[in-house]
């Protein structure tokens, strides 16, 4: 039974090892570790929602915490709306992109991002700990409602962005919501946009039309109808709308990394400063900074890591390669939407079509391998990884797994955050070359 609990939050399947008595519980842990106050609640549309949120608020109030539900709606919204509402802390019910038999729960700071591993590891501990500090019948909390996420999340991103310039451009967008949380806001943002909006898979039912992690294999029907449609972009959210994928106006899935990389085009041409990234996101985002005059802070993967970094050193744009993108104008948290209006805001700034802006950015490899692996074996892995770079003289990051480097590429071996699987990921300026290196790792498996 599969319980992943890590700084990314908690994540389970429904019926199995997410259970309504592992979210109440949950929910009281967090309640004492805020020790009271209004805590911000969303979800994503998955069937298991109320279940896990009925469950999670139960915990919440009878430790004397207050809660706003806030309903359907993204984990970038839920971020935005603690400060807000005067928040001292928020919960997303989410498993982000994995199948619809998972749920998860996803604690936020006051400052409306994931908690530094420190204080996740204080909250886990209450919990396993059964250290929960419950009210009497006199300081119970109160739940009320609030629906007002999707028109506060998208003003705050059009704040951001030329507004007018994008609807002069009168851009045609093909939008793939995959019957998740981002419908709503998504198809608002490009409508305010003056976008012409062609939305497939709108609802959110939670039955998801195909499989949600935005990848190439999942996305063919939006290369589709991005050609069918002449349309001049196509995005794709993930169920909690805070990953976005890009199809150009050709029908080609550009990829995940290149969303990152569009966004900080278009924030460095007007603002130039540092940025932030993981390790395992493409070198593209330090050709572009280099020719910025400026900096690229790596950090270990999870949104909690870059949010920090952006931050500390005051970065003006970041994210990780898996399509999240953080404005800090908007908030510490990966965004759809704001990858959806800076690219936008960069095709108005361009008059050329998206595919050979694309094709001018600067062109590497990337592979990625996943490998279902319990975590004793990983820890193996790295530790054989760790002698074979001692052996060649690879340049060695260790702030999560071990990334080793090349002068012709980079490879990056890790064990997941959210599922029981180890990743590999290598890029390189061609493919045999980023393949190779990934196998060199891979072969070291036990």
């Not at 389970?12 to 842990?29: K, R």
């Not at 969303?42 to 469950?55: A, N, Q, Y």
């Not at 991103?157 to 793939?176: F, H, M, Q, S, Y």
């Not at 319990?374 to 820890?379: A, F």
Request: net charge neutral; glycine share 10%.
């Amino acid at each position: 039974m599969p319980l992943m609990m890590s700084v990314s939050g908690v994540r389970g399947i429904i019926g199995e090892s997410m259970t309504p008595a592992l979210a109440a519980d949950l929910g009281a842990a967090f309640g004492s570790h805020l020790g009271g106050g209004r805590v911000i609640i969303g979800r994503d549309s998955r069937p298991s929602g109320d279940m896990v949120l009925s469950s999670l608020i139960g915990g919440l109030l009878s430790t004397g915490c207050s809660v706003v539900d806030l309903g359907v709606v993204t984990t970038p919204g839920t971020a935005m709306m603690i400060a807000e509402l005067g928040g001292v802390g928020g919960i997303v019910i989410t498993a982000s992109h994995n199948p619809i038999q998972w749920n998860g729960i996803k604690f936020l700071t006051r400052e409306g991002y994931a908690p530094p591993p420190d204080v996740a590891e204080q909250i886990f501990a209450r919990h396993r700990n059964k250290d929960v500090r419950l009210v009497d019948v006199d300081r119970i909390g109160r739940l009320t409602r609030d629906d007002s996420t999707v028109q506060r999340h998208v003003a705050r991103v059009l704040k951001t962005v030329d507004v007018e310039a994008i609807r002069r451009r009168k851009i045609k967008v093909v939008l793939d919501s995959v019957n998740g949380a981002g419908g709503a806001e998504g198809r608002k943002l490009l409508e305010d946009l003056g976008c012409t909006v062609v939305h497939v898979n709108g609802e959110p039912t939670g039955r998801f039309a195909h499989t949600p992690e935005p990848t190439a294999e999942n996305l063919t029907g939006l290369c589709d109808d991005v050609r069918k449609h002449a349309a001049d972009i196509g995005f794709a959210q993930d169920p909690d709308a805070d990953r976005l994928a890009i199809v150009d106006n050709t029908g080609r899935y550009i990829g995940e990394e290149y969303t990152i990389v569009l966004a900080a085009k278009q924030v460095l041409s007007k603002t130039p400063g540092p940025a932030a990234v993981n390790l395992s996101t493409s070198r593209m985002i330090d050709d572009l900074a280099a020719k910025s005059g400026t900096i690229v802070h790596r950090t270990a993967v999870g949104e909690a890591h870059v949010a920090r970094t952006i931050r500390d050193k005051k970065c003006v744009i970041g994210g990780e390669g898996n399509g999240g993108i953080i404005d800090p104008r908007v908030g510490l948290v990966r965004d759809s939407l704001v990858g959806m209006a800076l690219t936008l805001n960069l095709l108005a700034d361009d008059p050329r079509p998206l595919n050979t802006i694309v094709d001018e950015l600067p062109r590497y490899t990337m592979v990625k391998l996943k490998y279902e692996m319990e975590r004793p074996k990983v820890d193996a892995w790295l530790v054989a990884t760790r002698k074979m770079a001692a052996n060649i003289g690879a340049k060695l990051n260790d702030a999560d797994g071990i990334r080793l480097d090349w002068p012709e590429g980079w490879v990056h071996v890790r064990p997941s955050n959210t599922e029981p699987i180890a990743r590999v990921i290598s890029e390189a300026k061609d493919a045999p070359t980023a393949n190779a290196l990934a196998q060199r790792v891979a072969d070291l498996r036990s």
